[in-house]
């Protein structure tokens, strides 16, 4: 369950192994794997509330976040008021990469630019646009590259970025680009995972095997 890379990922390899089933297809499903978003907090406790109804294991499966390297000028934050507040001094032009869910806080900072892309809520409900003082909506979908993203940034006159600790790659070439440019981040930590989560599809396929020869044996 999710919408999550890994989640399509997961699909893909169960059904090419001939074993991939949503919860109402099965009377006594092996397991419920919750391959939510990291941010996707409504997903993970459906997730939760199916493997209760239905008396399953439930697999999690988050991407771990991302570390921060060489040229990296990151702040990590909790919330999203505390971004709208970590931002340095001087750095007017902002682009902003939050669920739209994320966005209220920054109504309260009408003294900066916010350059938007965001998507609907962390989870399957859209949330709409908040009302913000200075702010421009992108909707350029990707795939993105690190080349073009800098490109961008340089183009909008970006002076620092906020955005979620996602992990994995689809999302990472805003931050690869804001390591080239020398660009303050500010970046939302997700949720912590929970005890016993696994980080990748293999790693929630080994798990799906050895609940398998539990039940045969």
Known sequence: MGDSSEARALIAALTRLGCAAGPEACDAPLAVVDAAHPFDREGARLAAATARRL???????????????????????????????ALPAGARRVFVALGRDQLAPFAGRPDLTLLVRARGASGPAQAPRPRLARARFLTAPGPYTPAGEARLFRALGVQALVARNAGGPDAWPKMAAARRLGLPVILLEPPPAPPGAVRDVPAALAALDRLAGAAES
């Open 55 to 85: 008396g399953a294991p439930l697999v999690t499966l988050r991407r771990a976040p991302w570390l921060p390297g060489p040229g990296d000028r990151w702040r990590r934050v909790r919330s999203a008021r505390a971004a709208a507040l």
